[in-house]
């Protein structure tokens, strides 16, 4: 059974940083390309970017939205997908999923980008 | 970037009823490789997105064939058959064939 757990959400000031966490279970996970997508309460999703799998060298892809301000990154030993985010605005206040393949999502983590 | 424009924005249905939810895009979601990467979720309240349907008309693992995609290009539909109280919440469309992915709006399967 496919699992993917969030962490590291929270509060944090305009201007900070934070790194979100996805832990990935229950398939080969170097096979597969991985995604963060965010989604503000109430408003539909939003695409990140994402991190091909071995066979595509694990490059990435951004929304040009976050580009330059968020990095993706996966740990292949510890089934880890993460999210380093920089410079954070108010705007960037959202439920952040991990997903893996468009099929199959997190249960979400909050981050509020608040003073 | 594509501009998914779903329609309606809120979609009233009875019990046993059959809707339909369009997703336009602002070019044509046919990729280099011949796939259209057109999909389509469900999310319920406090939930996270389902996929229900990708590429356009096939239906992920588990769902019912109540739910059938359908389109071309830049016109896709979204048909539900016999509505039942597990299938409200929002829809969404997705394409994921130009960067950067975009999702359309949402509409809202709410009971009459």
């Known amino acids: 059974e496919v699992k993917l757990l969030e962490s590291g959400g929270g509060l944090v000031q305009p201007g900070g940083s934070m790194r979100l966490s996805c832990a990935a279970s229950?398939?080969?996970?170097?096979?597969?390309?991985m995604y963060w997508i965010r989604q503000p309460a109430g408003k539909a999703p939003e695409w990140l970017g994402f991190?091909?799998?071995?066979?595509?060298?694990?490059?990435?892809e951004y929304n040009p939205s976050v580009k330059g301000r968020f990095t993706i990154s996966r740990d292949n030993t510890q089934n880890m997908l993460y999210l380093q985010m920089n410079t954070l605005r108010a705007e960037d206040t959202a439920t952040y999923y991990c997903?893996?393949?468009?099929?199959?999502w997190g249960q979400g983590v909050m981050v509020t980008v608040s003073s | 970037d594509v501009l998914m424009t779903q329609t309606p924005v809120s979609l009233p249905v009875s019990l046993g009823g059959q809707v339909s939810i369009s997703c336009r895009s602002s070019?044509?979601?046919?990729?280099?490789?011949?796939?259209?990467?057109l999909h389509w979720y469900l999310q319920k309240p406090g939930q996270s997105p389902q996929l229900l349907i990708y590429?356009?008309?096939n239906r992920f693992s588990g769902v019912p064939d109540r739910f059938s995609g359908s389109g071309s290009g830049t016109d896709f539909t979204l048909k539900i058959s016999r509505v039942e109280p597990e299938d409200l919440g929002v829809y969404y469309c997705l394409q994921s064939t130009h960067f950067p992915n975009t999702f359309g709006a949402g509409t809202k399967l709410e009971l009459k």
């Open positions: 590429r356009v008309s």
């Open positions: 070019q044509s979601l046919v990729h280099s490789d011949g796939n259209t990467y």
């Open positions: 991190i091909r799998n071995k066979a595509n060298g694990y490059t990435t």
């Open positions: 229950g398939f080969t996970f170097t096979d597969f390309y």
């Open positions: 997903c893996l393949n468009y099929a199959y």
